[in-house]
């Protein structure tokens, strides 16, 4: 079986994220970037399941620009088997990259497309359900734990009540949530052999059913910065200042 | 520890670089540009090339000419020429201006982000097959059996604050190569034990070192002159501190702006970063950044020893270069060229004999050391106040050096004076409303990160130090001289002790250097932690 994971290049969780001065966009002149934690996890996941002998290849896939064969080869370097760049512009919408991951899948007649619940960038959380209801197969979101029993998958989900566990007919496609798994380091060794490993560039058009809808997007701005505190002596004035401000 | 004992993997090279800065870089691609057989690494701890480099930074560009023809045409990301000189004594809201000194006119030269154009030259270096491994620490020396370095061991990932294996455990690998080269900048924690295990400072001064803290600026429109390059002495320090600022203005409305302290200082209850936020309030700074915004902030320390200081630079097995070595000119300001040209002439050496052997020699008698030998006493001079500092730097600058005298140098962790033998100055200092608030809000914006459940890598050797003979003496000036408030005296049910907060280190080097007892000794935490600086 064939796992199909996708990893999007997005600004590292550390970096402090700024808006750029023209309201155009987010600021990436010289900030980090890296795999999108969610995918990292989506990643180790697969990798963990071929090690256990339930798959037979990885793939890694990533949409964009030429920039992101640095997040492919992170992903080789951590144990895939092969990488997969389509090539696109920089701004791209769920539905877009939903059906390039339908295409892939049925090009490379994946059992499994395995994603990350939803980028840190964009927070859309929709490709993998758009991914599934345009494939028309099973999906797993959220997942929390992941176990294969040949022709069906059985997914632990993280809801708002609890946990909630299914069992879905495979191919499906199944997004990770924060706790599936804790990601390996990357041995150095690897970053080399990850070198040799085949990296696929294919254009978006090449790929059938692939329309692009692109909404523009008007403006962007940071959140208000928080105003100055006051230090207040006791309830009595806390209540007080509440009141005047017309907040209670 | 329960570490698995195991045998490390290696890796074979010719030649390992540690340090992906610009002597390591300038090294690594030379070496390829020479013989493009040679099988060349550098091991970069940060999680990404540029990541950790901090510097002001204003580059003379000869170094860079040699290395890269035609850089011009497709420059660093960040470079703008240099258009205009300023040089400023400063009151506390009073400023008169000097005639630049000689060293420091800047004609010809280019601002850049040192991180920026190490990223830049990364590129170049792997386009010329050079492997670059970031987020990899070089944590401890391999020692052949004869006793030479025979390369560099990797950290291991993975390991958990009681030093025991986690589940995502990696033994880190040996890169073995013939000969070893030390770009790790100012105070790098291997070079450190080379210089002890092999005396190569037998022969010359203490190393004496200053701390830099830097922040960029995003200014309101209009308020930056592309080009423009200030420096300041005088308030906020008093003067028998040396130190001053820089003022960088880039384009884009973007400045760089920062404070350098001398680490020679004598004020036990001195705090680098409140001069240096202080600094931002006089007049003509505050005019300048008010309504802007931090993109990015950080602290190094940085080599002043200059000529006198210069430990051997070569033993079996390796060699130094850079701020590694301490090539950095103090009169000029800059490193970048010396880090650059310390590099090359290391790459030809080692492409020419394949050994270590003959660089000591090689690097002394080449521009790099004449260049530190003229205006070896001008810092130096500072050690009796800013006056007599200028006097001298006067008269050295104008023989050139030639006068047969050379001032000595003084470690800088024996200049602390005892907190009952000092007579604190008066420094004028006032209420701050510029950010960052405090060393806290001044972390963030270097965006560091330490997985905090690893084992500290700033180690007390003696913690009972700290709890008694320190806070008698010196009153614990590490809560003060870090630029991260990563050490902190706290009370807790188990009494009085040394809090270190690790996970805010961004990794300047400071307190392994200024600290009294000299117990303090920095290692590298796990590969591809530490600062994430933006175009610093």
């Known amino acids: ?248 | 520890m329960s570490l698995p004992d195991a045998e490390r993997e290696i890796m074979e090279y010719d030649v390992v670089v540690v340090g992906a800065g610009p002597a390591g870089l300038a090294c690594a691609l030379r070496l390829k540009q020479l013989d493009a057989d040679l099988m060349v690494a550098v091991i970069e701890k940060a999680s990404e090339v540029g990541a950790h480099i901090l510097s002001g930074a204003v580059i003379e560009p000869g170094p860079l000419d040699e290395l890269v023809p035609g850089w011009r045409d497709a420059p660093p990301p960040i470079c703008v020429p240099v258009e205009k000189d300023e040089f400023w004594y400063l009151g506390k809201a009073s400023r008169r201006k000097l005639p630049t000194p000689p060293q420091q006119n800047n004609h010809g030269n280019f601002i850049v982000s040192l991180g920026a154009t190490c990223q830049w030259l990364a590129d170049k270096a792997e386009a010329a097959g050079v492997d670059i491994f970031p987020g990899f620490a070089a944590s401890d020396i391999h020692f052949t059996d004869e006793g030479a370095v025979g390369g560099v061991i990797i950290g291991d990932m993975g390991v958990d604050l009681a030093g025991e294996p986690k589940d995502s455990y990696v033994q880190g690998i040996e890169i073995h190569a013939r000969t070893t080269v030390l770009g790790e900048g100012c105070r790098g924690h291997l070079s450190k034990q080379l210089i002890r295990r092999f005396e190569l400072d037998a022969d010359s001064d203490p190393q004496t070192y200053a701390i830099g803290m830097k922040e960029l600026w995003k200014v309101a429109p209009g308020k930056s002159t592309p080009g423009l390059v200030q420096h300041t002495l005088g308030w906020p320090l008093d003067s028998d501190i040396y130190g001053g600022s820089f003022i960088y203005h880039l384009d884009e409305d973007r400045i760089a702006l920062g404070y350098v302290c001398g680490l020679d200082y004598a004020d036990p209850d001195f705090v680098p970063f409140e001069a240096f936020q202080q600094f931002k309030h006089h007049p003509m700074v505050r005019e300048l950044i008010e309504g802007g915004e931090i993109i990015s902030s950080g602290a190094r320390a940085l080599v002043e020893g200059g000529f006198q200081s210069l430990p051997k630079v070569e033993m079996p097995g390796a060699v130094l270069i850079g701020d590694a070595a301490g090539l950095l000119n103090v009169p000029k300001i800059k490193g970048t060229h010396q880090a650059l040209r310390s590099g090359m002439l290391a790459a030809g050496h080692i492409a020419e004999k394949g050994a270590a052997e003959g660089f000591d020699a090689r690097l002394r008698a080449s521009p790099v050391m004449a260049e530190l030998k003229k205006v070896r006493n001008i810092r130096p001079g500072f050690n009796k106040g800013l006056w007599r500092g200028l006097l001298t730097a006067a008269i050295e600058t104008l023989t050139g050096g030639a006068l047969p005298r050379t001032l000595r140098n003084h470690a800088d962790h024996e200049e602390l004076e005892k907190r009952a033998e000092f007579n604190p100055p008066e420094r004028e200092w006032g209420p701050r409303e510029l950010p960052p608030r405090d060393r806290l809000a001044s972390v963030y914006f270097a965006a560091t990160e330490h997985d905090e459940d690893q084992p500290v890598h700033l180690k007390i050797l003696e913690p009972d130090v700290c709890t008694e003979r320190c806070t008698e003496e010196y009153g614990n000036p590490c809560t003060r001289f870090c630029p991260a408030a990563v050490y902190e005296m706290v009370e807790d049910e188990g009494g009085r002790r040394l809090q270190i907060n690790a996970a805010n280190c961004v990794h300047c080097k400071t307190c392994d250097i200024k600290d009294p007892y000299q117990i303090i000794n920095w290692v590298t935490p796990e590969g591809g932690a530490g600062p994430n600086y933006q175009n610093l």
Do not use: C
């Not at chain 1, 963990?48 to 798959?55: D, F, N, Q, T």
């Open chain 1, 1 to 248: 079986m064939k796992i199909l994971v996708g990893i999007k290049r997005a600004v590292d969780y550390n970096v402090r994220v700024r808006v750029k001065s023209d309201g155009s966009g987010v600021e990436t002149d010289g900030v980090k970037m890296s795999v999108n934690p969610f995918d990292e996890i989506a990643l180790e996941e697969a990798l963990r399941l071929k090690e256990a002998g339930k798959a037979d290849e990885v793939i890694v896939v990533s949409i964009g620009p030429g920039d992101v064969q640095q997040q492919l080869r992170t992903g080789l370097a951590m144990g895939a088997d092969r990488a997969i760049q389509v090539e696109a512009g920089d701004t791209l919408q769920p539905l877009t990259v939903a059906q390039v991951f339908k295409a892939l899948a049925e090009r490379e007649g994946a059992g499994i497309v395995f994603l990350g619940k939803q980028a840190i960038d964009d927070d859309s959380n929709q490709v993998g359900q758009m991914t599934a209801a345009l494939w028309g197969r099973p999906q797993a979101t959220f997942a929390s734990k992941v176990s294969l029993n040949g022709e069906t998958a059985t997914v632990t989900r993280e809801v708002d009540a609890g946990l909630e566990t299914i069992e879905i007919d495979l191919p499906a496609v199944i997004t990770s949530d924060l706790r599936l798994n804790e990601p390996r380091f990357v041995k150095l060794p690897d970053i080399m052999k990850a070198k040799r490993k085949p990296l696929d560039v294919i254009a978006l058009d090449e790929l059938g059913g692939v329309v692009g809808v692109a909404p523009e997007a008007g403006h962007h701005a940071p959140p208000e910065p928080r105003g100055r505190g006051i230090m207040v002596d006791d309830t009595a004035a806390l209540v007080a200042e509440l009141k005047n401000r017309g907040l209670v």
